[in-house]
């Protein structure tokens, strides 16, 4: 689309090259496979459907178990999954079949991660699970010292847990080992949102909290109401976002993000 020539590429496959380069970090800032689609937890999903109105329902299936908050769909390239009160993970074909349910010791009312070549989820006994999602094969798990409600987020090589106990894990995404951690100022429903290497917390004790996404370091804190719900993210230009944070009693927070620095 450049008008100037010399800025074009300069052949077909440098075009598409291009295009897959756009496509990769589209992909990388809204996985599909993450909790409402992306790290910034926007719910935004490229490629989705251009008209909602139009959608009708292609398919049910009966799971067996009771689908209860926060629980939610999450999806892959070839795959669907969502978890029960029965201690059961499902994961589904596009076309809804169950393709297989995975038992875990607990309730799995956390929303899973799905990628490529991981499968992470928790259950209420506070354990963490990361599995091939072909093969099943177990890669590692993890205990926390409470319940587990909130997704698992992806971020670079780890993998960060949210739990009940107040405390953020950040966990090596190929070893499940304890690489750091970080005590909110109540116990954590939410899932962390991540923007501009920033991680944001929300707790109970209605702390929302930003650190150093590498190491756990607090940048700012502020103090709204109780949060229970994973806030979401809204980039409203270059260098500066909207973050939505919705309390308990009903009021939702706007507070604004800006990327100072390089």
């Not at 490629?47 to 109105?53: I, L, S």
């Not at 405390?167 to 070893?175: K, V, W």
């Not at 949102?193 to 940048?219: F, M, N, P, R, Y």
């Not at 706007?254 to 390089?262: N, T, Y």
């Amino acid at each position: 689309l450049e008008k100037s020539p010399e800025m074009r590429p300069g052949s077909g496959v440098g075009a598409r090259t291009l295009l897959e380069r756009v496509r990769n970090c589209t992909w990388s800032e809204h996985s599909a496979g993450q909790y409402r689609g992306g790290r910034a937890r926007s719910g935004v999903q490229p490629g989705g459907a251009a008209n909602p109105r139009n959608l009708t329902q292609c398919w049910e299936t009966i799971l067996g178990g009771e689908v209860s908050w926060p629980a939610a769909v999450t999806g892959g390239r070839d795959l669907l999954s969502i978890g029960t009160r029965d201690g059961k993970l499902h994961l589904l074909e596009h076309g809804g079949q169950i393709r297989t349910s995975l038992s875990a010791g607990d309730e799995v009312t956390a929303p899973a991660t799905l990628e490529p070549d991981a499968l992470i989820f928790a259950s209420w006994d506070g354990v963490v699970r990361c599995l091939n999602p072909v093969t099943l094969a177990e890669h590692w798990t993890f205990k926390a010292k409470a319940e587990v409600t909130a997704a698992p987020t992806r971020w670079g090589n780890q993998v960060l847990v949210a739990a009940r106990d107040g405390f953020l894990y950040a966990l090596n995404r190929e070893s499940g080992k304890l690489e750091w951690s970080f005590k909110a100022g109540g116990p954590l429903t939410a899932s962390p949102l991540l923007w501009s290497h920033t991680l944001i917390l929300a707790d109970e004790s209605g702390w929302i909290q930003a650190l150093e996404a590498s190491g756990g370091k607090v940048l700012w804190k502020i103090k709204l109401e109780t949060v229970n719900a994973t806030p979401a993210m809204a980039r409203i230009e270059e260098n500066a976002a909207i973050l939505l944070v919705p309390g308990w009693s009903g009021d939702l927070s706007a507070l604004q993000l800006e990327r100072r620095g390089p």
